[in-house]
């Protein structure tokens, strides 16, 4: 994914299952379902002499079954190599009513995911209107106009899409993996100026691009929300790419059922309100998680 300033964290994938057991605390996984930071340890704390002013205790961390029904779907959904799906979606019911407390506030916690998700249909509109080798000379980063289409568009991507998306917390990180995901996708075909530049001239392109976005960025979240240290692995290995595929493909679809009702046939660069739509989007594929497994 190349360094902080380029896209920040890990190249590949995040992967279902093996990013499940990373040996993170129940103290942090805790702390991740409620959206803070883990806290840090009394040993990674200044002490009195490194700080004369103590700032007052942390308060305790609250703990409750939210998740309990999520995981336990999750779990035979894991066990079953991937092939039960009435649990995928009772899983997926339970995350977004019971976990979550409904659609809506599961797309308010998206706040990062939405603003990346309004400026990649921004640039992408650009590009399409002006070419890539303008939009180059707009971001003044005409260097990279000879590099690899792959790694032109991570740099275009990070300085205009992720410009105000730093990471350093759950939210940030998600979008800025979801943004890394989704350009990996974009490339696996399409391996130079021409053939991208023919890509994007058709405008519904830019739904597609974001609709890989948009469920990228909510299967980070759930599988955040969900796995950490909770989950066991398949007992089959082989399980594990299955197990990762059909989650991909069963929000991708619930994505793609909430971008087409809502946007019909229309491009979303001719919305002349795109981060509403966004917003929109973001709850009513929630909403279809919520009531595929009901």
Same mark, same amino acid.
């Given at each position: ?19 499940? &057991? ?33 700032? $007052?205790?942390?308060? $305790? ?9 999520? !995981? ?15 649990? &995928? ?5 339970? *995350? ?36 890539? *080798? ?13 590099? $690899? ?71 980070? !979240?759930?599988? &955040? ?6 989950? %066991? ?15 991909? *493909? ?16 229309? %491009? ?15 709850? !009513?594929? *929630? ?8």
């Amino acid at each position: 994914m190349g360094t902080s300033k380029d896209f920040g964290g890990q190249e590949n994938k995040t992967p279902l299952v093996p990013s499940w &057991l990373d040996g993170e605390t129940d103290t942090d996984a805790n702390n991740a379902e409620n959206g803070n930071e883990p806290q840090e340890s009394p040993d990674d704390q200044p002490s009195q002499n490194d700080n004369q002013e103590q700032l $007052p205790p942390l308060p $305790p961390v609250h703990t409750d079954n939210r998740f309990r029904g999520a !995981r336990s779907n999750f779990t035979k959904y894991v066990n079953s190599g991937g092939t039960d799906n009435r649990a &995928l979606k009772k899983g997926c019911n339970n *995350y977004v009513s019971s976990a979550l407390g409904g659609s809506k506030k599961a797309a308010q916690r998206m706040k990062s995911s939405k603003i990346v998700s309004s400026n990649l249909v921004s640039l992408f509109s650009k590009i399409r209107e002006n070419g890539l *080798y303008k939009t180059f000379e707009y971001y003044d980063i005409k260097d990279f106009v000879d590099r $690899p289409l792959k790694d032109a568009l991570t740099k275009l991507i990070d300085i205009s899409c992720l410009k105000d998306i730093d990471g350093g917390n759950l939210d940030e990180d998600i979008a800025r993996q979801a943004a890394v995901q989704t350009l990996q996708e974009i490339t696996k075909e399409i391996k130079n100026v021409e053939d991208f530049e023919n890509f994007i001239k058709d405008e519904k392109q830019i739904n597609i691009i974001l609709e890989i976005f948009v469920a990228k960025s909510i299967k980070g !979240r759930l599988v &955040l929300d969900i796995g950490k240290n909770l989950i %066991s692995l398949p007992q089959k290995p082989e399980d594990l790419k299955k197990i990762e595929t059909n989650l991909d *493909y069963f929000i991708r679809n619930q994505v793609e059922k909430a971008l087409n009702s809502i946007i019909g046939n229309q %491009s979303i660069i001719n919305n002349d309100q795109i981060q509403k739509t966004i917003d929109s989007i973001y709850q !009513r594929s *929630y909403k279809f998680l919520e009531e595929v497994g009901e």
